[in-house]
């Protein structure tokens, strides 16, 4: 008898179905579950959906003054805390790159606070920056300054946030900038240097424009990971003080699981996801045309 032959395509496609069988059934159930849900009036005594309400959930969100204010929160954070973690994350790397003494050491430190829990980073953050027992006020009072109420007031809330998202962010950004450092052509330098380029010019004619799709991909990276904040704004302010850093993906979660609002909830979460894609195709977009380019 001949034997069936799949061929290299086929071959592959079996070897990927036990993968893609487990990733449908761990990330594609739950999407259509909560998409259903949004649409579903979600009966408490069986837990279960139940009726067929079309979209006059997602009528009701759209209406919401909450879910608007926390789109306009989570936008305000991503918007300052994403280009500050590009900036420090791609400075910090070009030191930690020069030859120096004891770099090794600091490039160990700066991955600690990537392995911390974000539970953890935003409790041992809220501790340090009590008014009365913290830290950093302590260290401001023997300047003659403070004591800053870092977590009761609006804006400096949104500011600690932004720092305490920065802290334990930066260095995962670090880790692809130096990853690309260390990958950029050698015999380019060269050649730069024999010409007499200076270390401005080649940082600014050589290094960055090499970088650029590096720099995109870290960009579209963290992104994905930003717009997830949730962790951090729980442990740290609790979307306080009143709305000031209250989330999107916070909100949701007062929505569904201290109010039982599930279909509310679902259809915000909903939206925030067809939202989140269509950022993402665009950011990949961009990113094609600046690799192309560069």
Known sequence: MRRARLGEPGTAWLFLAPALLLLAGMLLYPILYTAWVSVSDFDLASFQPSGWVG????????RDPGFLDSLRVTGVYLVIALPLQMVLGFAIAFLLNVAWRGRGV???????????APVVAGGVW??????????????????????????????LAMVSLIVIDTWRWTPFVVLIASAGIMALPGDVYEAAKSDGAGRWAILRRITLPLLVPVMAA?????????????DIALAATRGGPGNSTNVINLYIYEKGFRSLEFGSASSMATIVLVLTMLITFVLFRVTRRLENRW
């Open 126 to 155: 809220r501790m340090l920056l009590d008014p009365l027992w913290g830290v950093v006020n302590y260290a401001l009072g023997l300047v003659g300054v403070g004591p800053v109420e870092w977590i009761g007031d609006p804006t």
């Open 55 to 62: 979209w006059r959930h997602y009528e009701a969100v759209l």
């Open 218 to 230: 870290a960009f579209v990276v963290r992104w994905l990971g930003a717009v997830k904040m949730f």
């Open 106 to 116: 600091l490039r160990a430190l700066f991955l600690i606070p990537m392995v911390v």
